[in-house]
DNA sequence: GACCAGCCTTGACCTGCATCAAGGACGGAG
DNA sequence: CTCCGTCCTTGATGCAGGTCAAGGCTGGTC
């Protein structure tokens, strides 16, 4: 679905996003050629193998990125949330399933016009270069977690790089006081980030509550009454890279 | 140590690092700021923490990218092999450890003079990106690897990964005939990479040499009779990115 | 050419998480 | 308000892979 045109300079990601860096005339062109899409919860933006025939910025919302097999065994290997770059410069099909998880707002190029303000624009290809590094660190950072930590750790430190991530969206300090999480995966979601069941992260949730390290007034809600004391959970934290 | 310089024209990964698509102005550059350093096996190149002063390309040798936590619990996140680039422009310090698995050659630049570079010159940066690119769907590769993935299924894409390494290093198509491999990491090494104890990395090579998918004529060579087979051990096998 | 140290393999046993199986809670539709 | 579908939780049981323990191999050294 097509939306108006939002001005970039009212744009909520404008200094997060891809285009970050672009200055006055490089924004221009990208105002020329982006347009915004609405992808409904549940829908898939892009599926495993598919062309990528665009190239976009998360605005709102939050999608996924996994990938099943053959016989049904789901890994995400990645959240995507606002100011998120979608897509690939210079590789024409997508490894990966793309689906909205909520309602998603897309800041959308096509391909080959994005590719070549990459070419263009040296402030461009820096900021995707920082955030592709970026990307890359989270994903070596999150391969400790599935290769080496036990199913504690990983709930811990998932919903301890929420807080991280809602803290730096609104860039604030990360405090050590009682700190309110919307999840925005369903359980089945978060198990298949963290490689486990969705018994196994069910009853790791339980157990967190038991022992009073979060409550959970509903389902998709958490409070971390102590953010500094959920982090001694978790092994090696160290404040890792914002995922 | 320091090693002589050998002229970029003449050198092994010329055409596959970070320098490929360097033009003749780039490449006068780049030479004038290199070095070759060689790091004995056991070695460390960087460790988890410290400072990058350098980026380097690696010549020759093998190295290995990983984490340790607390506890000594261990994963490898990367392999690094002739071609691969080691380090990351933009930041200070590494946060993995980078060890020399066996005598490396490297390629080394100092990082602010490297900076500049990929500044300065458009089909450095460009090259750099498209690296950092497929690392990150090498990435994102091993965490479906080691999120969902059966021991026998690890051991078996690992081995696959090898095999394609080497032909795309050699620039040959990958046959279905017999392959002979080198490894050139230890069982420990292996368990690391692969998210799995010694032990079981170990039953998993015995259990393949058992029913003929491999042999193993000493504990660093592996012969692979029959790559398609073997492929039909991993689900999924897309013959993903050549890791 | 015998010794030694560092790998590698194999066996026996254990445990953390998966699997299988029931409910329970909650929120949207009528 | 009540019904129903979806998501979540909890319990019982099983098993893949971890842990503990003992050799065996091999290649480097003197």
Chains 1, 2 share one sequence.
Not at 4 to 21: G, L
């Amino acid at each position: 679905m097509r939306l108006a045109k939002v001005a970039c300079a009212d744009c909520p990601i404008r200094h997060r996003a891809v285009c970050a860096e672009a200055d006055a005339d490089d924004l221009a062109v990208l105002e020329s050629i982006k347009s915004y899409v609405s992808v409904p919860k549940g829908g898939s933006i892009v599926a495993a193998g598919d062309a990528f025939d665009h190239v976009s910025s998360v605005v709102a919302g939050c999608a996924t990125m996994s990938r099943t097999l053959e016989d049904g065994r789901r890994q995400m290997v990645g959240l995507l949330l606002p100011s998120d770059f979608i897509g690939r410069p210079g590789r024409a099909r997508s490894s990966f399933d793309i689906e909205a998880v909520s309602d998603v707002t897309l800041c959308r190029f096509e391909r080959p016009a994005f590719e070549k303000i990459v070419r263009s624009s040296p402030n461009v290809a820096q900021r995707l270069l920082t955030m592709t590094l970026d990307e890359l660190e989270i994903a070596r950072d999150w391969s400790v977690l599935l290769g080496r930590m036990t199913a504690r750790e990983r709930v811990a430190k998932f919903l301890l790089s929420l807080v991280r991530r809602e803290a730096s969206a609104e860039g604030q300090e990360i405090t050590d006081g009682p700190v309110v999480l919307h999840l925005p995966l369903s359980r089945e979601a978060i198990a298949d980030y963290l490689g486990l069941t969705i018994e196994t992260t069910s009853r790791q949730f339980s157990a967190l509550r038991r022992e009073g390290l979060i409550e959970t007034p509903s389902a998709r809600q958490v409070v971390v009454p102590d953010v500094a004391q959920l982090t001694l959970e978790v092994l090696d934290d160290d404040g890792g890279p914002i995922a």
